[in-house]
């Protein structure tokens, strides 16, 4: 039971710090294209 919960927490993390890396990087691109202009 608790292997199963362990690796359920493991996965919403990771995709967790997924989304956020993703966003993170979205926003510096937003800011670069934003000065050029």
């Known amino acids: 039971m608790s292997i199963i ?3 359920t927490l493991d996965i919403a993390k990771s995709y967790l ?6 966003l993170t990087s979205l926003d510096q691109r937003t800011e670069l294209t934003n000065e050029r202009n």
């Open 17 to 22: 710090l997924q989304r956020a890396y993703i």
């Open 5 to 7: 919960k362990l690796s």
